[in-house]
């Protein structure tokens, strides 16, 4: 029994010996995982902006040219240089405010109508033609402003027979303020009443602003040429008259526009 013993733990001694001295196993070998290769995307293109469009170009309008007035003026029937006391003065002054003097004397006086034309460094400032007396007082409303004759149904017998035996004419005028520095002759083409009346159609009806903006220096002068037509009949035309029989400064006088002109603020 004692050797059964024995041998039964010399033999389990064995067996665990050679247990211990047995390899061990190999770990399993795992494949690397690998990613998938994706080729890099190409970059985005740069695209510039679309360039702006070029805006077009605003163009001012160029104001039309101020239609001139004859120069030299046609011969007056009769003329006035303005007394400078009645104009702005100073080195502020400038041509627009002259033209606004003249404009409001004008208004005063009842003109309905009146336009601009230029001179050589200036301007014209033109009146309606209105018919008028032989001494240059306005003809009352609204013959004032008629090219026509009274007619003879508004006459008494005694204007009537008056006006057959006299040939009384009707008496009109046009009065044309010249403000310029340029000295001016008298030498000019006589004009006619229709030649007139083209003034104030193609004159403009402000001043222009290049010319407003001159300088009102002291070698500009003011002048009042004063127009004067007479007419016989309604079938002729108005005659102009080379020598008024009334002056310049009386013209302006009854026809209300030294008035308002003499107390410019």
């Known amino acids: 029994m004692g050797f059964i013993r024995t041998l039964s733990l010399v033999l389990l001694v064995a067996l665990i010996g050679g247990c211990s001295e047995r390899e061990p196993a190999p ?22 902006p679309a360039p702006k469009p070029n805006p077009m170009p605003v163009t001012k309008p160029k104001p039309a040219p101020m239609p001139a007035f004859p120069w030299p003026p046609p011969p007056a029937s009769a003329e006035t240089i303005i007394a ?7 080195p502020e002054a400038r041509l627009a405010e002259v033209a606004d003097t003249l404009e409001r004397a004008l208004i005063a006086a009842k003109y309905r109508k009146y336009a601009y034309l230029s001179v050589p460094n200036g301007f014209a400032l033109v009146s309606e033609m209105e018919q008028i007396g032989s001494d240059g007082t306005p003809s009352p409303e609204p013959a004032r402003w008629s090219a026509d004759l009274p007619p003879i149904d508004n006459m008494t017998l005694v204007e009537f027979i008056k006006a057959l035996v006299n040939a009384q004419p009707g008496y009109y005028r046009v009065i044309v303020f010249i403000v310029t520095d340029q000295p001016r002759s008298r030498n000019g083409e006589a004009t006619t009443g ?4 083209t003034w104030l159609r193609e004159g403009f009806d402000r001043l222009s602003p290049a010319i407003g903006e001159l300088p009102y220096g002291s070698r500009y002068r003011t002048t009042a040429l004063v127009y004067e037509f007479k007419k016989i009949s309604n079938d002729t035309s108005a005659v102009f008259l080379e020598e008024s029989p009334t002056h310049a400064d009386k013209h302006l006088e009854r026809s209300g526009i030294s008035g308002p002109l003499s107390r410019r603020p």
Do not use: C, D, I, Y
């Open 84 to 90: 400078q006391n009645w104009l702005p003065s100073g």
């Open 194 to 197: 229709k030649q007139a009346e």
């Open 27 to 48: 770990a399993p070998v795992t494949e690397p995982v690998t990613e998938p290769v994706t080729e890099p995307k190409p970059p985005m293109p740069v695209t510039k």
